[in-house]
């Protein structure tokens, strides 16, 4: 809630575009899929609702899920925005999130099918279940490998325009991200590896929250870098929505879309 103020000044306010639904489903569907569970393992009578904790469980663990699939497609727009919304990167990118993000589905809904409720006394109330982590490390695997094509497509055009001041404030926030979503993803796997069935879903909701914020602050980012000038008109993916102008370090202004090339803007 830190940068509420500063989403409803740069996002609320903008024109309805994929990008901004994706956004707000990035923003917001983790609220529901974290109080969700949180009610499910904690608040609910096990005794009284003994039959609806896995459903329930399962329905509010696809909120997450769904939130990794929303977090990759923005980052691949993104990629795909820098290179200038070209035909060849839009297939290659395009592809590359379609089979990589089955393969990540397939893997978690494999996972979700393993959950089977216990009866352990360690809370009074609270539904607690099992989960293979086996299974879900090849998703976590699968979500790194995307997250490190769309981090080697920023790598490119950031050294094609290495004086840019966009693509280095674009490509500087990418490897932070990464690296923050890295760590996370490898706590989870040796969560998933090495922790109970009871707790080998520990991690997932952390990370969640982590790809959330980490992926929302990046977009917030580069609507905020426009914020120091006169509002102009710039196409993203597509469609168009109101953003300001943005100088770059040679003096130019940024041009009608991105990758916010390097040429000049004459107004």
């Known amino acids: 809630m830190l940068t509420f103020s500063e989403e409803r000044r740069l ?16 923003r917001y569907m983790p609220f529901v899929g974290l109080a969700g569970m949180m009610h499910v393992t904690v ?47 839009s297939f290659i990118l395009g592809s590359l999130y379609i089979v990589f993000c089955t393969l990540a589905l397939y893997f978690s809904g494999q996972f979700l099918k393993t959950v ?25 695997s699968m979500l790194m490998v995307m997250e490190a094509f769309a981090l ?10 290495p004086h840019s001041t966009m693509m280095k404030r674009i490509f500087t ?3 932070i991200y990464f690296i923050i979503i890295l760590f996370a993803a490898i706590a989870n796997i040796i969560v998933l590896s090495a922790a109970s069935p009871v707790l080998s879903d520990f991690m997932l909701a952390p990370q969640c929250a982590l790809h959330s914020i980490c992926c929302s602050r990046l977009l917030l980012r580069i609507r905020g870098a426009y914020t120091s000038l006169s ?13 300001p102008s943005f100088p770059h370090s040679e003096g130019a202004s940024v041009g009608e879309s991105l990758p916010l090339s390097d040429r000049s803007h004459k107004p």
């Open 43 to 89: 608040s609910v009578d096990p005794v009284k609702y003994a039959e609806s904790c896995r459903p329930a469980f399962i329905v509010f663990s696809s909120f997450i899920v769904a939130e990794y699939v929303v977090a990759e497609f923005i980052l691949y727009m993104r990629a795909y925005a820098v290179w200038g919304c070209s035909r060849l990167v």
């Open 11 to 26: 996002v609320w306010s903008s024109r309805l575009s994929i990008i901004k639904v994706a956004f707000f489903l990035n």
């Open 173 to 175: 926030d990418g490897i």
């Open 231 to 243: 509002y102009t008109t710039l196409t993203y993916t597509s469609l168009t929505v109101s953003m």
């Open 152 to 161: 080697a497509a920023l790598l490119g055009k950031a050294a094609q325009m």
């Open 116 to 140: 089977t409720t216990v009866s352990l006394p360690l809370l009074p109330t609270g539904c607690l279940v099992n989960l293979r982590g086996d299974i879900d490390r090849l998703a976590m």
